[in-house]
Structure formats: C-alpha cells, structure tokens
C-alpha cells in the first residue's frame, strides 16, 4: 500500500544573523506516523517546529505540510493542524465546556459539528460530571489530556505536540501515549518532542537533533542497533556529547 507524504522538508534552514538555529534539514513524515524529534536544549527543535507550523519563515529551504507551502499557504496550513505546547495551552479561568467551544470555534467548526465533538470529547474523557468545572482546579494530567483532545479537536491532518508530558506522572504519562495511539490509529499523524527517552520507544520513527542538524533519523530499535546501545538514553546521550554549541 502505497504511504501518504505529510510533512517533506528538504533543506530547511533558518538563521538569525550569524547564527544558524536550523541548519539543511530534510526528511519526510507519513500519515500516521508517530515521529518523535528530539534533540537536547539548543539543538533546533523548536525553531524547526515553529517553521513546520507555519509559525515563522524559513531562511531557505522547502516544507511541505499536510499539502501546503510553509511560505506561500501558512493560514492554510494553521487550519490543518493542531498545537499543543509544553506549558498549558488552554484558560484556566475558563469550564471545560467553555474551553472546548472557544477552541472550537477558532478551528473553525460548523455549530453542529461543535455541539457532536465536544459531547463525544466530554464523554470519552469521562468529564460529564465536572463539564462545568474550571480548567484550574483539575490536575496538571487531566489538563494535558484535554488539551490534546481540543488539539484534535478538529481532526486535523497533523498535531504537533511540544514536550506535551513534562511534569506529570508516570501512569498518566502512559495514559496519554494510549490517546496518541487513538489519534494515529485514526489517521492523524503525531509529531512529538520530548525529553522523556523512554517515550521515544513509542514512535515508530525518530529523529535526533544536533548543532540544527538532524544527526540520525530511524526506528528506534534500528538506531539502538546502529549505536550498539541498550536504550534511547543511550543513543541520546551518544549523539549529545558530539554537539559543539551550548
């Protein structure tokens, strides 16, 4: 069966000034795919995330997201994702009904399709009781479930996930992995940094970041066959200690 390309970057670079954040990376996502992109602090992740958004213009370089030009089509390619970042994306001041309609509206849902998604979220979650509830007083789990569910809300063709289990707790952290299996299963593809190497496990395809470049991109029992090592820690830690830049 023949893949679906969803995210192609070829060359993608982005400097500022002299200094260059992301330096000719290429590769290539598929639909439904669970593709890890780590890297440790400094190496670029964010940078590239924020171009593969649509988010800021590469200095040169092309990206190809879920069909549209990350140059020419930026609106259009914010329309077709969700976002979810490492610090809490959604109003805390705000019930989670509240919240699931404000962010609906924004992914721009039709009144009907809105009132059918937000009751299927609030019922898969099991939040029926506490609908009414404001988002401050749940746990930092719960509020991290829900905001990748408002994330996809729309069923977007791509949800960039930015370090999104920082913090939380092991059970709940695996919890979450189960909701990203969901969305993949359904078609969305998962592009995700973390900083948690066993979570790399879980991605069928990873790539690590170094100095801006992508330092080795593979499955991760076929990059810890190619280092010789035990874990993702250990290929992690590997390709680290080679950065050059603080």
Same mark, same amino acid.
């Given at each position: ?108 849902? !039709?009144?009907?399709? &809105? =009132? *059918? $998604? ?12 506490? @609908? ?86 593979? !499955?991760?029992?076929? &990059? =810890? *066959? $190619? ?12 390709? @680290? ?6």
């Amino acid at each position: 069966m023949e893949t679906e390309t969803v995210i192609k970057a070829v060359d993608l670079t982005k400097k500022f000034g002299n200094f260059t954040a992301v330096d000719n990376i290429s590769f290539e996502v598929n639909k439904g795919e669970i593709f890890g992109f780590l890297g440790a602090n400094g190496a670029g992740k964010t940078t590239a995330m924020r171009m593969l958004c649509g988010l800021s213009k590469p200095t040169s370089g092309v990206a190809n997201i879920a069909g549209f030009d990350v140059y020419t089509e930026t609106e259009k390619i914010k329309s077709h994702i969700g976002y979810m970042s490492q610090k809490f994306s959604l109003y805390e001041d705000l019930t989670i009904a509240e919240n699931i309609n404000f962010f609906g509206g924004i992914y721009g849902l !039709s009144d009907k399709e &809105l =009132k *059918e $998604q937000s009751n299927s979220l609030i019922e898969k979650l099991d939040l029926s009781k506490n @609908a009414n509830k404001l988002v401050g007083e749940l746990p930092l789990g719960w509020k991290q479930k829900l905001a990748f569910s408002v994330a996809i809300i729309h069923k977007p063709s791509i949800v960039f996930l930015d370090e999104p289990t920082g913090g939380v707790d092991p059970i709940t952290r695996r919890q979450f992995w189960d909701m990203i299996y969901d969305a993949a299963e359904s078609g969305i593809t998962i592009f995700i940094t973390t900083h948690y190497m066993d979570e790399a496990e879980y991605c069928n395809r990873v790539s690590m970041m170094v100095d801006g470049k992508i330092a080795a991109l593979d !499955s991760p029992s076929n &990059l =810890k *066959e $190619q280092y010789g090592a035990a874990t993702m820690d250990d290929v992690f830690y590997y390709l @680290a200690r080679q950065a050059k830049r603080s």
